[in-house]
């Protein structure tokens, strides 16, 4: 396994118009994580998933974004009418929750960066 | 509202020297805090974590303290490297439920170590 994997690593687009992002995560990982990185910030949570099933959503994540995860396999984070304030660096992750365990560290991808113009 | 605060923006230290990265937290319902590093181009990569029963953690040169009546934490490299120059982030999350896991970070912190 290589790991958190997503696509495309670069996306420039007018605004107006929607974009899509893929993430395929660690395979025998149960949770994916979508999270939002603008610059000079850390990364800001937007959404998870455990197997298939989307079990929190951020405020951040307003109506034009859409987050699927078919499956429970690969997940695919759709953003409508793109605004110029939607550029930002779209991260995923995956990770391995049992109950029990410790610390839920959460294995990132290299990202997705969207530029609106 | 900014839960996790890396107040740093920019620290430089020599090689060989110790490096401290500082984090302050205002949830005192967090149970679990994280650093990880990130190099440009790349995600971030988890580096240490600790738990809020414990008040310290080692892994070789990494070790992370926690004060939780101070509600801050830091990450202290020694020696350091060229090779620890990145972002370091901290981050933090709750237990059990939906907070788990979901992590809340820090700004960052640029860790420059000269040769």
């Known amino acids: 396994d290589t790991g958190v994997s997503q696509d495309p690593r670069h996306k420039i687009t007018k605004r107006g118009q929607n974009v899509t992002f893929r993430c395929d995560p660690i395979?025998?990982?149960?949770?994916l994580y979508w999270y939002r990185q603008t610059l000079g910030q850390g990364p800001e949570f937007l959404t998870y998933f455990q197997n298939e099933a989307q079990l929190e959503k951020s405020r951040l994540l307003s109506d034009r974004f859409s987050a699927e995860r078919p499956k429970g396999s690969f997940s695919t984070l759709e953003i409508q009418r793109t605004e110029q304030g939607d550029s930002a660096m779209y991260l995923c992750?995956?990770?391995?929750?049992?109950?029990?365990?410790?610390?839920?560290?959460?294995?990132f991808g290299a990202g997705s960066r969207l530029t609106v113009l | 509202d900014q839960q996790v605060k890396q107040n740093s923006p920019s620290l430089s230290v020599q090689e060989g020297r110790i490096s401290i990265l500082n984090c302050d937290y205002t949830?005192?319902?967090?149970?679990?805090f994280l650093w990880y590093k990130k190099y440009p181009a790349e995600g971030p990569t988890f580096l240490i974590s600790i738990s809020s029963i414990k008040d310290k953690n080692e892994d070789g040169r990494f070790t992370v303290f926690l004060n939780k009546s101070a509600k801050h934490l830091s990450l202290h490299i020694v020696p350091s490297q060229p090779g620890d120059s990145a972002v370091y982030f901290c981050a933090a999350s709750g237990r059990g439920g939906t907070s788990y896991g979901k992590l809340t970070f820090g700004q960052g912190t640029i860790l420059t170590v000269h040769p």
């Open positions: 992750a995956s990770s391995l929750v049992r109950t029990g365990s410790g610390a839920n560290v959460l294995t």
């Open positions: 949830n005192s319902m967090f149970d679990y």
């Open positions: 395979s025998e990982h149960n949770r």
